[in-house]
């Protein structure tokens, strides 16, 4: 039922087909959004917004440096008023003995000082250098040409006459798109590694030789910064420089050495190395998450997003929505403002977008979907919802359609308001009749679907509802149902014309003053047997079908060896039904399945029975074309004789000719197996079908039936003898055994006697009786025989 799950709100029957098909869309939502996140993340389309996300991160937790480092920029104003660029070193060194006087911790130059330049300023600055404590120079490398083929590095180490100072690494390396966004605390110069000028400056090598972010959220513009030329003219106070870690470089802009980093945007290089410096110091040196965690964050947004289910998608999922959306924005925030990690969020983000996107487009979809398939003034499923469901059930269904009398009387006297009123609690009431989906398919039309056989009486209980008068809003309004109904057999009828004749037979309903009438078109016979079927299935629980035995006569022994169970049906109100007319219809219906299993039940505890009593009669067992084709039949045949602890050797399965012929391929598979496990086959109705002896010959069976038509008439007609006769010699020969049926006289007996058949079963022997009457019979043969001799 496509809508009735749809209609769960309204207190209808969930349906399992909607919920497969929201569970697959779920499903395919994970897996789609997940996937595709993926690929992305492989593809680095989500590296501009985890840069955007990094830096509006860093504005958010904007920090204050610690003031322990401060740069001593070459700046425009000191170029200007010192003397034209490169200088003489004699005022670097007058910088480092002030700094020192002062009080500097350490100096950091990060200034290149690898080739010697004029004599008596390099003398000066490396005598400063010895006067010092400890003061670091840079080391570095760069590519030997701009020229992209020229791959060969040149080395950059201090002049040979500053190796007193400490070196440190000072190279910077921008991605590809040219901004700087990690640092490393080590580089790898000349085949050593070289501790980088902030791991030196900060005194801390947590990092080892690896690369971290520094902390964008430190701001750069309160590092102090004093002016080179006012350090080397004293005009700086010593407590400005006073234990602090100096680091000494050049920021005019004429000198080059400029970079671009996250959030600040172009900074000298310098700036770069202060702010590596004091993250180490602050121990802010951040990593970032890898591939693995961000792969795991994705799929467990994907899922939670994409794959829960929510029965009030309205209300709970925004609320899902909000709080992953919250929990992937606040949580690398809180993180990193905690701990020096930085959260690859991006991935997530975009995963969790996704799925709320598509998850909508999908409730979407179903609204309208949904919406379609609604009544819009009660929210009853409508028409078109039960044309679907029809389309999806079984045959065998009855449509009920129930109109409301009086319909625009009773709109007239409570206006349209409490009529929508009325209408859904007149569905509800008939929910607890009939305990599946009440559909509105006219304005003053109810319906619902039922099984052929409760038909009648649910639409009675359902007319009867409505002795109570139906509450409103506006007070109490008595209604009356007039319930029409129409069915259909083997499910040949369309939807449509169903419905549209359940709804006719309304007025038939209203005309003859009847709580419900059927289809007048309907064929009266036709929706007998629909209700047969219901009845049948009843009978055979309640004990109102019994087996009775045919007896059939050993003609060489003369004794009654073999006996063929035959069902009747005791009916409550039309007396005893014979197998010919429901046999066929429960074939059509697959209620015969249900009948071979009752009926095998019984003869395989009468078998056991008689075998106790010392009688072996072998029953032989009617098996339909149906139960053929059942892939579970012969598990049912085993599972009830080894209930009842029958021998199957004992027992016999009669098929007929034209259930074999139908599926050659099951029905001999069906046979092999079922002759595996001991039973006894047997050809019935033979003779009567296209099947030739050659063809009999590859099936495995132990018995051929001749069908009475022929056996019936053999002394009176000579085709008839020459087939029954020709039939027992070859089936000897091909060492089956041969029973004629339908023997009605002694001289047919006789006759057959002569030719040799093996058993005979007809009327001169007995016609089908009760188990206790073939005892008697069987008893009574024996005696007669011993008599005789
Ligand atoms: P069938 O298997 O050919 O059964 C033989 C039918 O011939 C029986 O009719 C039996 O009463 C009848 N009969 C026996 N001796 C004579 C005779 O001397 N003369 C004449 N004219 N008829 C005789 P019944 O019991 O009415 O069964 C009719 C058919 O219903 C059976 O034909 C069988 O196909 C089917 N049937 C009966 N019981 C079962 C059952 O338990 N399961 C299935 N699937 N089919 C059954
Ligand atoms: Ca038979
Ligand atoms: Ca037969």
């Not at 400005?240 to 970079?259: C, N, Q």
């Not at 087939?723 to 047919?748: C, K, P, Q, Y």
Request: proline residues 5%.
């Amino acid at each position: 039922m496509a809508s009735a799950g749809e209609c769960n709100a309204h207190g209808q029957v969930p349906d399992p087909r909607h919920k497969r098909r929201d569970r697959l869309e779920r499903l395919a939502c994970v897996c789609l959004v997940a996937a595709a996140t993926i690929a992305l993340q492989l593809l680095g389309t989500f590296q501009p917004l985890e840069h955007w996300l990094t830096a509006s991160r860093a504005q958010l937790l904007d920090r204050a440096p610690t003031g322990q480092v401060a740069i001593v920029e070459i700046d425009a104003r000191s170029l200007k008023e010192i003397s034209t660029w490169p200088w003489s070193r004699r005022y670097h060194a007058q910088a480092l003995e002030r700094l020192y006087a002062a009080g500097a911790e350490l100096v950091a130059f990060d200034v290149d000082f690898s080739s010697p330049s004029e004599a008596a300023g390099d003398r000066a600055f490396a005598t400063a250098l010895k006067g010092g404590p400890a003061t670091i120079l840079p080391i570095f490398q760069q590519r030997a040409s701009d020229d992209p083929s020229q791959q060969s590095v040149v080395r950059s180490r201090p002049a040979a006459v500053f190796s007193s100072a400490w070196v440190g690494g000072v190279n910077i390396f921008p991605g590809p798109d040219g901004v700087v966004r990690d640092y490393p605390a080590a580089t790898m110069i000349g085949g050593r590694i070289q501790p980088s000028l902030a791991t030196l400056v900060a005194e801390n090598d947590d990092f080892g030789d690896r690369a971290f972010e520094p902390d964008w959220a430190i701001d750069v513009g309160r590092i102090p910064r004093l002016s080179f030329v006012d350090v080397v003219k004293g005009r700086v106070p010593a407590r400005a420089i006073a234990g602090k870690r100096i680091i000494v470089g050049a920021t005019a802009i004429e000198l080059g050495d400029r970079y671009t980093i996250p959030r600040f945007g172009t900074v000298p290089g310098v700036v770069i190395q202060a702010l590596a410096a004091e993250s180490l110091l602050q121990h802010r040196a951040i990593t970032r998450t890898g591939a693995l965690p961000t792969l795991f964050g994705v799929v467990l947004v994907a899922l939670i997003l994409g794959g829960i289910a929510h029965r009030r998608f309205a209300r709970t999922f925004p609320l899902a929505a909000i709080a992953v959306l919250a929990v992937l924005g606040a949580a690398p925030i809180a993180a990193e403002s905690r701990f020096p990690l930085a959260l690859n969020s991006a991935a997530m983000l975009f995963c969790a977008i996704a799925c709320i996107a598509l998850r909508v487009i999908i409730e979407v979809r179903r609204r309208v979907r949904l919406s379609a398939l609604l009544d819009g003034e009660t929210g009853l499923p409508n028409r078109r919802a039960l044309e679907q469901d029809l389309t999806g059930m079984g045959p065998q269904r009855v449509v009920a359609a129930a109109a409301i009398d009086r319909f625009e009387a009773i709109r007239d006297t409570v206006g349209s308001e409490s009529l929508a009123e009325i209408v859904r609690e007149a569905a509800a009431r008939i929910t607890t009749i009939v305990d599946r989906a009440v559909y509105r398919i006219a304005p003053d039309t109810l319906a619902w679907t039922e099984s052929a056989d409760r038909a009648e009486r649910s639409s009675k209980a359902v007319a009867d509802l409505f002795r109570e008068p139906v509450q409103t809003g506006g007070g109490a309004v008595d209604i009356a149902l007039s319930i029409g109904l129409n069915g259909s057999i083997g499910g040949a009828t369309l939807p449509q014309p169903l419905i549209e004749r359940a709804m006719a037979a309304t007025t038939g309903a209203r005309a003859l003053g009847e709580s419900f009438a059927w289809y007048e078109g309907s064929d009266p016979a036709a929706r007998r047997q629909l209700s047969m079927m219901g009845e049948l299935r009843r009978g055979l629980a309640g004990g109102d079908v019994v087996v009775l035995y045919q007896p059939q006569l050993d003609l060489r022994h003369g004794t009654i060896s073999h006996a063929e169970a035959l069902v009747r049906w005791r009916h409550p109100v039309d007396g005893l039904i014979g197998p010919d007319q429901f046999i066929p219809l429960a074939e059509s219906t697959g209620v015969v399945r249900e009948l071979t299993d009752f009926v095998l039940s019984r003869v395989a505890e009468d078998s056991v029975r008689l075998t106790r009593g010392g009688a072996p009669i072998r029953f032989a067992v009617n098996v339909s074309a149906a139960d053929i084709g059942s892939p579970a039949f012969v598990d049912h045949v085993v599972e009830a004789i080894a209930a009842s602890g029958a021998d199957p050797r004992n027992l016999t399965l009669e098929i007929t000719e034209s259930a074999i012929i139908n599926s050659p391929e099951t029905a001999v598979g069906t046979l092999t197996a079922l002759r595996d496990r001991g039973l006894q086959l047997s050809v019935d109705d033979y003779g009567t079908g296209q099947s030739t002896l050659s063809y009999v010959k590859r099936l495995p069976v132990h018995e051929l039936k001749i069908d009475k038509c022929f056996v019936t008439s053999i002394c009176d007609s000579e085709s008839d003898l020459i087939m029954v006769r020709s039939t027992i010699n070859l089936a000897h020969e091909l060492g089956l055994r041969v029973v004629a049926e339908g023997v009605e006289d002694e001289r047919t007996l006789q006759l057959l006697r002569s030719l040799g058949c093996d058993l005979a079963q007809g009327y001169v022997i007995g016609k089908p009786m009760s188990l206790d009457e073939l005892c008697g019979l069987a008893d009574a043969t024996e005696s007669g025989l011993r008599a005789v001799a």
